[in-house]
């Protein structure tokens, strides 16, 4: 497995210190394959779209680079016990709080660097079983918690205080809470061609960017339709014959705050292909523009 992203924040340019989170380029793992690192039931076995998919544990994708995670969580029908799941088709056999102690260990070795976990779906989820699982987050990460009125926003500053986490929890419970944060929009195409994708990406672009975070997902989507005219393709070949075109197109993103820069770009197939560092190499752009206007105040 490819380290060398795993203290990609740390290791960037003093001169992006300063530069909002909301303007840098992080790569992030799409809802498809956020639960991904956990051993799928046997049931994924008759879903042909998500055969082939790597099941690497949180902490690898972690040190690979992600930093952003879309995590939809529920509670199992008929389970009396107050357990939470991940799930995206079929239920995980981790439990949500398990996988998320895994990533507050892993924050402790790696003190620079900032991760957003984006909650949501709550399937089968009350009041009580809201109220329960938000103590039990801000119990894990403590004083690690991003407040959501946080004015800055730059790694400086998250250093200086402290915080690893932005946690984002589309609920209205949320606004009972000053450490989460509203739900973050997420551009998702429902495409199966890197082309179908990538037009409606830059749709999006051309009618400018959130001020906050927000999320470009890469995902390419095969829906029951696509899978019985296709039924040898898997999410893992689709990618691969889709990777050229979307690896030229990320290419030539640039982040930033100008209204067609992008922020999170979110993939399904972190690991077999080189996203994250792609995504990560963005940032230099960033700092050309900054040098550049440094330069220029001289």
């Given at each position: 497995m490819d380290r060398s992203c795993q203290d990609w924040m740390a290791?960037?340019?003093?001169?992006?210190?300063?530069?909002?989170?909301?303007?840098?380029?992080?790569?992030?793992?799409?809802?498809?394959?956020?639960?991904?690192?956990?051993?799928f039931s046997a049931a994924s076995q008759d879903l042909p779209s998500l055969n082939g998919l790597p099941h690497r544990s949180i902490e690898e994708q972690l040190s690979m680079g992600i930093r952003y995670f879309d995590l939809r969580v529920a509670h199992k029908p008929n389970d009396s016990s107050s357990y939470l799941y991940f799930t995206h088709v079929i239920y995980t056999y981790l439990t949500v709080l398990k996988t998320l102690e895994s990533v507050a260990t892993w924050l402790k070795s790696h003190p620079k660097e900032i991760v957003i976990l984006a909650c949501s779906h709550f399937e089968g989820m009350d009041d009580t079983c809201h109220e329960s699982f938000i103590f039990s987050l801000k119990k894990l990460f403590g004083f690690k918690l991003c407040p959501w009125k946080e004015s800055a926003l730059t790694l400086r500053s998250l250093w200086a205080s402290g915080y690893q986490v932005i946690l984002s929890y589309d609920a209205q419970i949320t606004a009972r809470h000053p450490e989460l944060w509203p739900a973050i929009p997420y551009w998702w195409a429902n495409q199966c061609t890197a082309q179908g994708v990538t037009s409606y990406l830059d749709w999006n672009k051309d009618h400018g960017r959130p001020k906050g975070f927000f999320v470009a997902g890469l995902n390419l989507t095969a829906d029951k339709c696509y899978i019985a005219k296709n039924p040898k393709e898997s999410l893992r070949t689709l990618t691969y014959s889709n990777w050229e075109y979307l690896r030229k197109w990320v290419k030539d993103q640039v982040p930033g705050s100008d209204p067609k820069s992008l922020n999170i770009i979110a993939g399904d197939f972190v690991g077999p292909l080189p996203l994250c560092s792609l995504i990560i190499a963005l940032n230099q752009k960033l700092q050309k523009k900054t040098t550049s206007n440094t330069k220029k105040h001289h």
């Open positions: 290791a960037l340019p003093e001169d992006l210190w300063d530069t909002p989170l909301t303007h840098l380029a992080i790569p992030g793992l799409s809802p498809t394959l956020s639960g991904s690192w956990i051993n």
